[in-house]
């Protein structure tokens, strides 16, 4: 991959000369250069000051795209010059779908005995980072994210619930918005799918997370289930979530959305798609491909 390419990268990164020349270990001056040499070569701007600040325009946005397709498959190539045929299999997760959805999967995956994964769970802003600097093959999330980005394959619907303690005057009942005034509210923390659901859906009809007497953030499912079930306040989870919890009630609201995607991400244009064939083929073998199939250019 070519060098100016893997510093525009870094840019986008870090978005600061000084940082990116260190981290590519070039002078600032060098970086500068090198970012003004694609400019040159593609004739358009790539980053531009906003006040102190710099942002990338939308050609630098669409070069990034490329850049990290090929950042990918180049990582790729080498790995099968060098004839690395253990593979570790990089996966990741939202916590709604790494910490139930997937077992079926990885069992299945894992059972042969040549295959081996890592399964990273974390919120989908930070997935997305990561799959775009391409320390992931592919990602499985339920939050909002700009699908023209990447490739994306539906994995299936999941039914958006909200969850009480068990005789709570909401269980097993539709309520309105307005019903939801004054009640503790737990969440996921920023950047988490279903925060960023929740949010949208209290936007759309007019209100925010101050509609709530309390809002606590929480960033594991566990304890935020067992609050709920002591009654300490509400939540809304994906049905999966809840499952087979005797302790906790369920409600709907009206008017709210009541089914979301669980979607496959990878970057355009890369081997990755083949990785992702492999993990969900249904049955048969499920065998790493030997052969690189893409190989982007820009």
């Avoid at 525009?8 to 002078?27: D, G, H, I």
């Avoid at 709604?96 to 295959?115: A, C, N, P, Q, T």
């Avoid at 988490?192 to 859906?201: A, D, M, Q, V």
């Avoid at 935020?224 to 499952?243: C, N, R, W």
């Amino acid at each position: 991959m070519e060098t100016r390419l893997k510093t525009f990268l870094s840019l986008c990164e870090t978005m600061n000369y000084r940082r990116t020349a260190e981290l590519v270990n070039l002078t600032q001056p060098a970086v500068t250069k090198q970012i003004q040499s694609l400019e040159e070569e593609y004739s358009t701007k790539l980053f531009e000051y906003k006040g102190r600040s710099l942002h990338i325009t939308d050609d630098g946005l669409l070069l990034k795209q490329f850049a990290e397709s090929q950042f990918y498959n180049e990582a790729e190539l080498f790995r099968r010059l060098r004839r690395i045929e253990k593979r570790v299999l990089r996966i990741g997760a939202t916590k709604s779908i790494g910490d139930s959805v997937l077992d079926g999967f990885l069992e299945r995956y894992l059972k042969h005995e040549d295959h081996n994964l890592s399964l990273l769970v974390a919120n989908t802003t930070e997935l997305l980072a990561l799959l775009e600097t391409a320390r992931l093959d592919f990602i499985v999330v339920e939050g909002l994210f700009e699908k023209k980005k990447y490739d994306v394959r539906l994995m299936q619907r999941e039914r958006f619930v909200g969850l009480c303690a068990k005789g709570h005057p909401f269980e097993g009942k539709t309520i309105a918005f307005e019903d939801l005034r004054q009640q503790n509210l737990f969440v996921r923390e920023s950047g988490s799918g279903t925060r960023n659901i929740f949010e949208r859906e209290l936007e759309s009809h007019g209100y925010d997370l101050s509609l709530f007497n309390r809002v606590t953030v929480l960033s594991s499912f566990q304890p935020l289930k067992k609050l709920v079930s002591k009654g300490l306040g509400i939540s809304f989870v994906y049905q999966s979530i809840a499952h087979s919890d005797e302790n906790l009630g369920r409600f709907t609201v009206e008017n709210m959305v009541d089914e979301h995607e669980f979607s496959i991400i990878w970057l355009k244009n890369t081997t990755a798609s083949q990785f992702v064939d492999a993990f969900f083929k249904k049955e048969g073998s499920c065998e790493i491909p030997d052969k690189i199939s893409i190989l982007s250019k820009l």
